[in-house]
């Protein structure tokens, strides 16, 4: 999507992410793990599928992964000045960092009105590697939201990678990332992610069906994008276009799970899905971006069968 060229890009809550968290005081106690001093969490990323295949790099990969977490969060309210340099939509237009700034903003504002009960989260861009609530992380993992420190992860240099996936590259292919891990904020705010997070795999798993929620989330703010407002209460971003909406699609096909499967040159194995198939992926952004309506994305309540649309 295209920022309005004056919209100001103040408030954005996204700061720089680095290695140097504070570390946790000793004896961090294992929730249930049985192991002293890891913490197994879960994490919420963008794709499965394994990712070191496509990247070159060690990455970790599944619907979930442990971390040991050995760090607290590297909160170091930094914030404000992170991104200073970003100061219009002029910039968001221009500039990848820029854009993500943009997009928080937008897309928090679209939730502060859509659900009464929201509770703002902060975005962390960071390169190669950065410390997080859920244990330390580098960019292998993809973009994710820790719902430890509700606080969503992304090194841009991920947009690269989803070009070779088969996205097209416009700006809202890199915003529906953004938006799709908001979904997963929402999900945590609402008891889905304590309900069904962290299960089995599978196609019409709740695995897929959280993930397939997030999308639609995604088009639910997607749909109503063009209505969201900058700190000033003036409109941050200009009417959307088919050809945008078509970007975004391209995006949710090609994080799909049968894509990536057959991008790393595995067999096409539903047994093995995390995130849900391109089809399903693309139907339930488009659910979502028809109806403008968060609460057509009850992906729970439907038959395996139905989430293909
Ligand atoms: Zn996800």
Redesign the pocket.
């Known amino acids: 999507m295209t920022f309005r060229e004056n919209a100001n890009l103040k408030n954005s809550q996204v700061r720089r992410g680095g290695s140097g968290g504070r570390r946790a005081g000793g004896g961090t106690v294992a929730a249930g793990s049985g192991l002293l001093g890891v913490v197994v969490t879960v994490i ?3 794709m499965g599928g394994n990712i070191s295949d496509l990247s070159g790099g060690g990455g970790t990969t599944g619907a979930s992964t442990n971390y040991n977490s050995e760090y607290v969060s590297a909160a170091d309210s930094a914030g404000e000045d992170d991104f200073a340099e970003c100061r219009t939509g002029a910039d968001a237009n221009a500039n990848v960092d820029c854009r993500m700034v943009g997009t928080v903003i937008s897309v928090q504002d679209y939730w502060e009105r859509a659900f009464s009960d929201y509770e703002p989260a902060e975005t962390v861009i960071f390169t190669g590697a950065t410390s997080t609530g859920c244990g330390d992380a580098t960019s292998a993992v993809g973009p994710f ?1 820790c719902p430890i420190d509700s606080t969503i992860y992304l090194d841009t240099a991920f947009f690269e990678q989803l070009e070779q996936l088969g996205s097209d590259g416009g700006s809202l292919s890199q915003m529906y990332v953004v938006a ?2 908001y979904g ?1 904020h929402i999900q945590n705010l609402t008891g889905v992610l304590s309900r069904y997070g962290g299960g089995s795999q599978g196609d019409g798993s709740n695995a897929v069906r959280v ?1 397939l929620q ?1 999308d639609c989330f995604a088009g639910a703010w997607v749909g109503n994008a063009a209505t969201t407002q900058d700190i000033d209460g003036n409109t941050l971003l200009e009417p959307i276009t088919q050809r945008q909406v078509e970007s975004a699609l391209s995006a949710a096909e090609a994080v799909g799970d049968d894509s990536i499967q057959s991008q790393s040159g595995s067999r096409i194995n539903p047994d093995l899905w995390t ?1 849900g198939s391109a089809a399903q992926r693309e139907h339930w952004f488009t659910v979502g971006y028809e109806s403008g309506n968060p609460n057509t994305c009850d992906t729970f309540s439907v038959s395996a069968d139905q989430l293909d649309g």
């Open positions: 919420y990323i963008l939201y799709h891990e997963h993930e997030a995130h």
